[in-house]
């Protein structure tokens, strides 16, 4: 890292053009130099340009933006992190970023108490590097979880900041060390469960949730976790609710979506056949509720619901079927893409969070 107060970037490769070429040149030491810059390079960083962003990030650029990020510039933070979040847009950077070491102190922000738009920039940072396969070990290493746990679950947090800390946990939770992380933090499954039954949650909210719990489905020590939180009359209950005219049909597809994530979520929770599960099942209502869909609908959904029927019976087969679990695309999400909400909140560096896009 270096030295708080520097603000050598000469070894940034960008290449100059009339919009953004002072700031590669004219970089003075003072800290309103240094935020003068901060704004400039965040300019840059809303480029579509993928060879632009892929130039800018560099390890100089990252060190150089590490104290900029602990500075106490009030502004100084916010736009050192937002060039983070859109440096971690273009793919390719993003296993550049967690390797600088940058991370450490944006997961150390957000646990130590944030403001609300350093908290919703850092959760979408986390949000995208958590895309790529090969850093979700590490950023569930540096103590990630109990923090994303933290805004997901918070009623009071901005929605936006809420999808992106979910999202965050759904992509860390596609490795069975991090699925053990969020089990073992305390009353984060519960935490989670109250998330998917509370009233008046935005639908958005919980189907972020029901990702992350069709992930926690898929191991042992999830399904358990689930169970203790009540979590098997939950999914029926969503699951019933999918199939009432409660649901205004601007809805409809959203909820169609959460009731198979459920219908999985339960089916996981069968695998056994415990008498545990077989009581919270009948206790919920579930064999009526799961016969329903069986008889309404097909595919997919209509053979979990078969199955799961059995085991409540005691009989059936325990083959999984992990595709089942797996819910890509806009469709679980309520219609999130990866980097497009990040790009409305964070396309514009002069601190307007409802652009549509870069400008």
């Given amino acids: 890292m270096m030295r708080r107060g520097s603000s050598d970037i000469s070894s940034f490769p960008c290449q100059p053009s009339p919009t953004h070429g002072d700031f590669l040149s004219d970089h003075g030491g003072s800290p309103s130099d240094q935020d003068a810059t901060l704004v400039s390079i965040r300019h840059a960083t809303r480029s579509n340009n993928p060879e632009l962003l892929i130039s800018m990030c560099t390890p100089n650029l990252l060190s150089w933006l590490c104290p900029m990020i602990l500075s106490s510039n009030p502004s100084s933070p916010t736009n050192a992190i937002a060039v983070v979040v859109n440096l971690s847009l273009e793919p390719t950077n993003r296993t550049r970023i967690v390797k600088s070491g940058i991370l450490n102190l944006l997961i150390g922000l957000l646990r130590n108490g944030a403001d609300a738009e350093a908290k919703g920039l850092i959760v979408a940072a986390v949000h995208s590097l958590s895309v790529e396969e090969k850093n979700r070990t590490t950023i569930g290493a540096l103590g990630a979880v109990p923090s994303l746990m933290d805004v997901f ?39 989670l469960v109250g998330v998917l039954k509370g009233a008046d949650e935005e639908d958005e909210i919980k189907s972020v949730g029901m990702r992350i719990v069709c992930n926690l489905a898929r191991c042992e020590e999830g399904r358990s976790a689930l169970m203790e939180a009540n979590g098997v009359a939950v999914m029926v209950g969503l699951i019933e609710k999918s199939g009432t005219n409660s649901v205004v049909p601007e809805r409809r597809k959203c909820w169609e979506d959460m009731a198979y994530m459920a219908a999985a979520a339960v089916y996981g929770m069968s695998k056994g056949k415990s008498l545990r599960f077989r009581c919270m099942a009948k206790s919920a209502n579930a064999e009526e509720v799961l016969s329903r869909v069986l008889e309404e609908r097909g595919g997919a959904i209509g053979e979990m619901a078969r199955r799961t029927i059995q085991a409540m019976r005691g009989d059936g087969e325990e083959e999984q079927r992990d595709e089942w679990y797996e819910y890509t695309g806009g469709r679980g999400a309520g219609g999130l893409g990866m980097s497009e909400p990040m790009k409305r909140r964070y396309g514009s560096f002069g601190g307007n969070t409802a652009v549509s896009g870069p400008n």
């Fill in 153 to 191: 679950s918070g009623r009071g947090e901005a929605q936006m900041a809420r999808q992106d800390a979910g999202m965050a946990i759904y992509y860390l939770t596609f490795s069975a060390d991090n699925r053990g992380r969020v089990v073992k933090t305390n009353g984060s499954v519960r935490r």
